[in-house]
Nanobody, 115 residues
């Protein structure tokens, strides 16, 4: 069973930056498209951005120009660089397959942006 481990969240002031990591054992991340999702309290989980196995990326309009998704296949890790953070970016961030059936969700990593 795939076990996803997200890390790198924290408390940051508005305008600040964070870098999230998504890792799992084995090489499964390197052979799949991966998405970063976020869920704020009382809101539905939303797909923030995706990266294909070949490195093609796509972003939600709300984060375009501020967030960058990347991958290091040798390290079996997918990253999310978040710049110019806003209070509305506050949420628990998860990684997973971007479409269709999902792997078991990890614990996520909390991002809190203060105004």
């Amino acid at each position: 069973q795939v076990q996803l481990v997200e890390s790198g969240g924290g408390l940051v002031q508005g305008g600040g930056s964070l870098r999230l990591s998504c890792a799992t054992s084995g090489t499964i991340l390197s052979t799949n498209a991966i998405g970063w999702f976020r869920q704020a309290p009382g809101k539905q989980r939303e797909l923030v951005c995706t990266i294909t196995s070949g490195g093609y990326t796509n972003y939600a309009d709300s984060v375009k120009g501020r967030f960058t998704i990347s991958r290091d296949n040798a390290a079996n890790t997918v990253y999310l660089q978040m710049n110019s953070l806003k209070p509305e970016d506050s949420a628990v961030y998860h990684c997973n397959l971007p479409a269709g059936a999902k792997w078991k969700w990890g614990q996520g990593t909390q991002v809190t942006v203060s105004s």
